[in-house]
């Protein structure tokens, strides 16, 4: 099994592997700096390709035994303090952040893109049916892979076709039906990096869809904590019943342990109000997943995506206890 070795001596054992390639490598790349948690350790290597030609090249000369993780704008990330083996490729704006009108209704933006972009694009030209990504603090890529959705809409209802690369690096063409959506969730295969998508909406006037996203907006900023170091909604809603709810019902709002925090203002973002670790925001969550079962017999699943390893001595546990 691949174990963690220092960033530098592994691209020096690799280094001639990729000498053709034109993006850029970073050994030790501190992913605080990358996620909006602001929290973590480092990314043995992080690889930011210039574009979809070459990550193919990048995949293809990676051997298989190393592990490769995909990240984008980091907005829905926890990383564990003891850092990520191996490479981590991070999509650029410059390579995969653009996006264009296709067709009377259809817009292809590649996975680097930010959701607002893709909202304003189709606000531009008339394509209803993407207000509900003003609203929603990422990027394509993580939209598509988490079926990302606000204010009733969800990503699975626009995809038409979503463009990847394979771990050998070639390309696959997933159909809305390969995705395997379900609520925050798609079936699409783990290795799998998106590079674009190809969306659908319909016809819309423009003065409603403005109309449509300033309510997104005003929403968001009355009742969610947009300006603080978070990572987003923490816990999926749970069948019959909203996962701020129950972690009210609970007492977790404001709760905190170390720097982290359950906002005061959105009980279901956690928050790093300055100086929290990975251990302090995930020993957090496990906490309210604790309290939660314990008080209505609800197991909330995590929503935020937990990447790496645990510094040693510093795990944290899932929190298995019996339903009430």
Same mark, same amino acid.
């Given at each position: 099994m691949y174990s963690l070795i220092d960033g530098e001596a592994l691209l020096k054992k690799l280094g001639d592997r990729f000498s053709g390639l034109r993006g850029r490598l970073t050994p030790n790349m501190g992913m605080e700096k990358v996620t909006w948690f602001r929290a973590g350790g480092p990314a043995e290597v992080m690889f930011q390709p210039a574009d979809e030609e070459d990550l193919s090249a990048f995949l293809k000369a990676v051997p298989q035994e190393y592990p490769i993780l995909v990240v984008g704008i980091g907005s829905n990330l926890l990383v564990r303090d003891g850092g990520i083996p191996g490479f981590v490729v991070r999509l650029s704006a410059k390579g995969f952040g653009e996006v264009e009108r296709v067709g009377d209704t259809q817009l292809r933006a590649g996975t680097a893109t930010p959701d607002k972009r893709v909202a304003a694009a189709a606000l531009e030209a008339g394509i209803a049916g993407f207000h509900f990504y003003h609203g929603i603090p990422g990027g394509i890529g993580g939209a598509l892979r988490m079926n990302a $959705? *606000?204010? $009733?809409?969800? =990503?699975? %209802?626009? &995809?038409?076709? &979503?463009?990847?690369?394979?771990?050998?690096? +070639?390309?696959?063409?997933? #159909?809305? *039906?390969?995705?395997?959506?379900?609520?925050?969730? #798609?079936? *699409? *295969?783990?290795?799998?990096?998106? =590079?674009?998508?190809?969306? +659908?909406?319909?016809?819309?006037?423009?003065? %409603?869809? /403005? =109309?449509?996203?300033?309510? &997104? /907006?005003?929403?968001? +900023? =009355? &009742?969610?904590?947009?300006? +603080?170091?978070?990572?987003? #909604?923490?816990?999926?809603?749970?069948?019959g019943s909203s996962a701020w709810k129950e972690i009210d019902k609970a007492g977790g709002r404001g709760l905190m342990i170390g720097g982290a925090q359950m906002s005061p203002m959105h009980c279901n973002f956690m928050i790093n109000t300055g100086t929290a670790s990975g251990h302090d925001l995930e020993t957090l969550g496990e906490t309210i997943r604790s309290r939660v079962v314990q008080n209505s017999g609800v197991r909330l699943h995590w929503e935020i995506k937990r990447l790496g390893l645990f510094r040693p001595g510093h795990e944290v546990h899932e929190f298995m206890g019996q339903l009430l």
């Open positions: $959705g *606000a204010n $009733g809409v969800e =990503t699975r %209802e626009r &995809v038409v076709e &979503v463009r990847a690369l394979d771990r050998k690096g +070639e390309v696959r063409i997933l #159909s809305n *039906a390969d995705m395997g959506y379900a609520y925050r969730h #798609s079936g *699409a *295969a783990n290795d799998l990096i998106f =590079t674009s998508a190809l969306f +659908e909406g319909v016809p819309g006037d423009r003065g %409603e869809i /403005q =109309t449509a996203m300033d309510a &997104v /907006q005003q929403h968001r +900023e =009355t &009742v969610q904590p947009i300006r +603080e170091k978070t990572g987003g #909604s923490t816990f999926k809603n749970p069948d």
